[in-house]
T-cell receptor, first 112, second 109 residues
């Protein structure tokens, strides 16, 4: 079944550790996005990529990095996790930046 | 700054009609999206408006007034499965989505 796969589903992580959240799509979408969703707040864009080989910063990029080596994969890395990064992280993709975004099932991350 | 406002929570009765409002102030406008999100799940796309007026899709309709910075999502013949959060998002001048915090809709029998 075509779609977006995120891994892991959930994770508990000690502060200061490095963590990579994985995102893979098989829809050949050009654009991909990483959001965090916190209670009472709207989805906030962390980083995005309009096409393979390019990335851009969103609203809340600090403490996060991404890469887009190919069309399918868009990993998000927390270099040194802090408790304020406890959140639900959603990866999304779209044909291009004009089209609706399709979301993965999310990663629930707790930083202790 | 950019701002999307939606009511935090609404309650409606099964079989009835409910209207969820969204007002926005953004740097530029390139379309407005509505998404549905069930608890613990991913958002799923419902509708898209870029021109003023009403877009109808089955039991769901979405309206846009760009001059007023206003949209609403209308849900008819409510079913229990419609209990979810409804997210309003505006695509700004950079073609990035600015999201509201969502409206939690509770359907009562």
């Amino acid at each position: 079944i075509a779609g977006i796969t995120q891994a892991p589903t959930s994770q508990i992580l000690a502060a200061g550790r490095r963590m990579t959240l994985r995102c893979t799509q098989d829809m050949r979408h050009n654009a991909m996005y990483w959001y965090r969703q916190d209670l009472g707040l709207g989805l906030r864009l962390i980083h995005y990529s309009n096409t393979a080989g390019t990335t851009g910063k969103g609203e809340v990029p600090d403490g996060y990095s991404v890469s887009r080596a190919n069309t399918d994969d868009f990993p998000l890395t927390l270099a040194s996790a802090v408790p304020s990064q406890t959140s639900v992280y959603f990866c999304a993709s779209s044909t291009d930046s004009n089209q609706p975004q399709h979301f993965g099932d999310g990663t629930r991350l707790s930083i202790l | 700054g950019q701002n999307i406002d939606q009511p935090t929570e609404m309650t409606a009765t099964e079989g009835a009609i409910v209207q969820i409002n969204c007002t926005y102030q953004t740097s530029g406008f390139n379309g407005l999206f509505w998404y549905q999100q069930h608890a613990g799940e991913a958002p799923t796309f419902l509708s898209y408006n870029v021109l003023d007026g009403l877009e109808e899709k089955g039991r769901f309709s979405s309206f846009l007034s760009r001059s007023k910075g206003y949209s609403y999502l209308l849900l008819k013949e409510l079913q229990m499965k419609d209990s979810a959060s409804y997210l309003c998002a505006v695509r700004d001048s950079n073609y990035q989505l600015i999201w509201g915090a969502g409206t939690k809709l509770i359907i009562k029998p």
